[in-house]
């Protein structure tokens, strides 16, 4: 009988992992692996799930507490999950999800019950994720219209920049100079006067 691997995945790093964590202590998951990764589910990029494939061997068993804490991208989870228990003979065993336990039910049906209920998990999967991404921009949009700013706060005008660029925009000046009275780069004195421009009007 080969090891038993964890593998457990939040989103940001200022996520909570540990329940996660303590599911797979509940299954006598040896601390050192547990792998652990603080990035999003979008693709299989991820240092320590790369580490953990390493070590996988033939025998071994992996264990995650949910479909989406392996990824939320449909076409992708499909392909890790014939990688693993196909190509690498690992079997997969979802926590909150019985059915999808590659040790049972090896025979045409269960195989085929578990694909048909791996490819709704990760259908489910991907379009949470897509529905966070709309919210966030649905978020982010609404936020401007209400006048909220993004990013770090720019830095104050220099007191001669309304000067110069009054000069500028009715040609007495080219830009190069109307940035040096400034003390910007050219292309810094073009993007602050588009602000600028834009907060007059």
Request: aromatic letters at 8%.
């Amino acid at each position: 009988m080969g090891e038993t691997y964890g593998y457990v995945r939040v989103s940001s790093i200022d996520q909570n992992e540990s329940r996660q964590r303590m599911a797979m202590c509940e299954h006598s998951i040896a601390e050192e692996r547990i792998y652990i990764d603080k990035i999003s589910g979008k693709d299989f990029h991820r240092p320590q799930y790369q580490a953990m494939l390493k070590h996988l061997k033939p025998g071994d068993q992996l264990c995650i507490t949910s479909i989406d804490r392996l990824g939320r991208n449909y076409e992708e989870i499909q392909r890790q999950w014939r990688l693993l228990s196909r190509d690498m003979e690992v079997d997969i065993l979802v926590l909150d999800m019985p059915l999808l336990d590659t040790r049972r039910d090896k025979d045409l049906l269960g195989t085929f019950i578990a694909d048909l209920v791996l490819q709704v998990l990760s259908f489910v999967a991907q379009n949470e994720r897509e529905n966070i991404r709309r919210r966030q921009a649905e978020g982010i949009a609404a936020a401007k219209v209400s006048g909220i700013r993004f990013g770090r706060e720019p830095k104050p005008l220099p007191s001669g920049f309304s000067g110069a660029y009054e000069l500028w925009r009715k040609g007495g000046i080219s830009a190069s100079e109307a940035a040096k009275r400034c003390g910007m780069a050219r292309s810094t004195f073009r993007y602050r006067a588009a602000i600028f421009e834009k907060d007059k009007l």
